[in-house]
Structure formats: C-alpha cells, structure tokens
C-alpha cells in the first residue's frame, strides 16, 4: 500500500513534469500521451472568436465598447420593447374610468328627483319633469360617447408622448469621426477637435473615419462644417494633394471656370482678411463661349507644366 | 511548454472578459486549444470536435456574465464543466454508439515528439490512443483526458467532476497504468492481466 502510494506519487509527479516542461520523459506511453495533441483549423479557430465577440456583443446591450484587431466597430443599442402600458397610459386610463364611474354614479341618482332635469342639461324638456326611458337611454350613450373620447383622448396622448422617450434608433451601430469644429481648407486636422459618434450604418455617407487615429497627418480638402463626419472625400495627405484635386475639379466646374496656371499654391500663402487657411486658390473665369453646344462634356484640364494662361 | 494562469490572472479574465474583448481574446487563446484537444479526444471526428468546440464556447460566453469567481481553478474548473458536460450530452445524442473513423475525419495532429512523424503517423497515433483510452472505464477515461489534453491539475479535474482529489489522483494512476498493460499489450510487451482485473475491482469500490 505504502509502495504503491510512493509509485503513484513518482507518477504523478513526472506527468506533472511531462506537461508542465513539454520535455520527453522516456515513457513512451506518457510521451504519446502528452506530444500527441489534436489541432483546431486556424481559420475555424479564428472564426469562432470573431463569432462569440459578436455574440458577446449581443449579450452586453447598450455597451459601447470597441473591438481591436479585425473585430468589427460595432454598438449595439437595446431595442426598446414596451412591456405592458407605461405610466402614462395607465394615469390616462384610471382618468377615464373615474370619469365613466363619476357618471355613471351621476345617472343612477337622476330618478331621487326632478331638479337635476331642471336645468336641462342632460337634454329633458322644461316643461316635462319626468324624464322618460328614451331620454335616460339618450343621456347613458351620450356619457359613453363622451367617456370613449375622453379615453381615445388620454390614450393617444400618452402614446405620443411615449413615442418621444423611445430612442427612435436601435439596431447596430458603427463608430464615425466627426468634427467639433469647422474645418477650413488646406487646414490640418486637430486631432483635438474630434470626436466619435454612433450612426446607423444606412445612413452613413461613404468614406467615413471610425478611428480618430486614422485622420493623423491629414488635411482638410475642402470646407468641414462643424459636427459634420470626416470622410475621405474631403481630406488630403498634403496640401499639395489639395491643389492636385482642385486640378482635376474642370470635370465638374463650369465650363466657363478654368483653373489659373499659377498652380500649385503655395501652403504658405499670406491669408486674406483673417483668414486662417494657409492655402488658397484663386479661380479665374474665362470670357463666355459664344454659344455651348448641349451635348458638351467638360474633359480635365492638363497639369500646367510652365507659365502661360491655359484655355 | 503549456501556459498556466496564476489566480490573478484568472480571475481577472474571468471578471474583465464578459466586457472587454482583449480580455476574451487572451481567455479563448488559454482555453481554446485546450478544450479543442480534449474534445477532439473524447468524439474522435474532427468535425464533431469543431462543431462541440464552437458550442461550449457559445455557452461560455453565454454564461460569463453570470459568472462568479471563487477561487484558484475556478474558471478553469467552470469551462471545462461545461465541455463535460456537452461531450456528455453528444454521447447521449449519439446513444453511445461508436463509429468507425477513416484518417480524413481526424484532426490534424500536433506532435513534439522526437523523430520523423509526418501527417499520416500523427493521426494513426491518435487513432491508437484513442483506441487504447476507450478501453478504460468512462470514469478513467474522463480523467486520463482532461489531464493530458484539457491539461487540468488533479484538483481542478476534481472539481469539474465533483469528486475527491485523491479519488481523481488514484483513478488517473490506475487508469494509466491499466493503459500501460494495454500500450505494452499493442506493442509487445507482457500485460499482467490480474492486475487490470485488480483494478477494475478497486474502481468499482471507488
């Protein structure tokens, strides 16, 4: 017993080695064991993570948490579920029975005598003080009528107002860098006056930044007005890429507007009026053509190499 | 060489993983080829072993928000519970019935062990083990795989079945000596048959 507790001991302790060391042992059986080990498929491996992050995502509602890697930037938003009437709709509707049960109360009374018919307003004749059934019958429909809409009321109401507490978006959402300021052209972009927003991908315009990492070193192409989304459209690695769009820019221009020769502008031009843009370009417009024929394709203007007006 | 996790280290995945994705990245790094390995041992098929992978991490994720750290080993224990508990639940799907695997269904095979050993030799070695582990009682067998390729300690295994560590020590030596008679068995050696009968006596008692 005493030796067997020994062997079991020696055993254990030389697979703990064996597993812990990954060095053979000399056991074949022990070394089998531990150096014959099952592999999973890479791929499937790495498609069942990115699987349960998304799941994980799913389990978190309303988490803002972002992936890295090959993870995909997404939030999920709870879908808001109704479950049973709001607080609103209830107070609506204990409105309304108190209403109904008021009257109701009111009419069991109208037989005790005839002065609440006096005044006729529950639509009995002056000159008859014994209400009838008809006029009775008359007088309950119209307090149904009148409870209905009370209710009907109340009840939309409450849903209208409960329909602007509701987050009217849900579903996934996906990060988008926009500006807290504007952005003028040839400005580079502060990575300072970024921030990240969560849009419905349906509306998203193409091209947009989810990493305001990704905007370092880039330089606003066009005007940003402030809040609007970063996209790439509208930014440039230089500014001498910003002379090179507004050189390709004839193809959209008017074909009366020709870009002068004196490109490319200079980034350090002297602003004008205060204005803070370190680059400008000045547009020249050439006398009208006589007449435009309809068909006309405006076609780029070649790079100008040397001085000269082109057109 | 196999990675271990100090307690803080699982209690920290175990606490950060349900909300931070580097967190369940590097716990599905630890765990993944792990549970892949001990699955694949317990079911045979590649496939099998797959689609029960993908399950119990499923049910991992599902459950990691809930998840209560109480300790060393806990999540180890609380993870490999579950894949237990999902081998188990194949098998009764399945109703126990064996089936017979050619070398495609297996899974590819990682070998440190010294020596030429293409492809082919790995996947008829695992074939043989897994062979010769099915011979042994459910118990055993359970036990012999978590150790080896779940790469649990004894008091972890312990606590994925619910058992005494000693019971789970005593039950891995003599599982592991009854497949040593069988190992000797397949490759030559002489197999003392009254002590495998020995030990199915003691395994019964325990």
Known sequence: MNENHTHDKALLREIERRLTEGRP???????????????????????????????????????????????????????PTRR??????MAAAVVAVLVIVGLLVFMTRLPAGPEPFASGI????????????????????????????????ATAWAAEREDTLIPAISGPL???????????PGQPVDADALAVTWWPPEIL???????????????????????????????????EDIARIFLLTPTVLPPTVVPPEALPVQ????????????????LQASPLPPTIPPSFTATPVPTPTTGGPSG | ??????????????????????????????????????????VGQAQDAEDLTAEVFVRIVEGLGRFEYRGEGALTAWIFRIAHNQVVQFYRRRSGAALALSLDDLPEIESDLPGPDDTLQRKERFQRLRGLIDTLSPRRQEIITLRFFGELRNHE???????????????????????????DDETGGAVPTGKRDGDREQERQS
């Not at chain 2, 060489?1 to 209690?11: A, I």
Request: hydrophobic residues 35%; negative net charge.
């Open chain 1, 25 to 79: 042992t000399g056991d074949p059986l022990l070394d089998e064991l531990a150096g014959t080990l099952p592999r999973a498929d890479a791929d499937f491996q790495a498609d069942l993570e990115q699987r349960l992050l998304a799941r994980l995502d799913i389990a978190r509602p309303g988490t803002q948490e972002e992936h890295t890697g090959m993870t995909a930037n997404t939030l999920t938003i709870d879908t």
């Open chain 1, 84 to 89: 049973g009437l709001s607080s609103l709709t």
């Open chain 1, 122 to 153: 529950i639509g009995i004749d002056q000159d008859d003080t014994t209400p009838d059934t008809d006029d009775v019958t008359a007088t309950l429909d119209e307090v149904y009528l009148q409870a209905t809409a009370v209710i009907t009321t």
């Open chain 1, 174 to 184: 996906v990060p988008v860098v926009i500006t807290l300021g504007e952005i003028l």
């Open chain 1, 205 to 239: 315009p193409d091209g947009v930044y989810g990493d305001p990492r990704d905007l370092t070193g880039l330089y606003a192409a066009d005007f940003i007005a402030a809040y609007q989304p970063l996209t790439e459209s509208r930014l440039a690695e230089s500014p």
């Open chain 1, 267 to 282: 980034a350090t031009s002297t602003p004008v009026s205060g204005d803070p843009s370190p680059v400008r370009i000045p």
């Open chain 2, 1 to 42: 060489v196999r990675t271990t996790l100090t307690t803080q280290e699982e209690r920290h995945l175990a606490e950060r993983a349900p909300v931070d994705p580097t967190a369940f990245h590097q716990l599905y790094q630890h765990y993944f080829p792990r549970i892949y390995a001990y699955v694949a041992y317990r």
């Open chain 2, 157 to 183: 295994i312990a606590e994925v079945l619910e058992l005494d560590e000693r019971t789970v020590a005593s039950h891995l030596c003599r599982g592991l000596e009854d497949l040593r008679s069988r190992y």
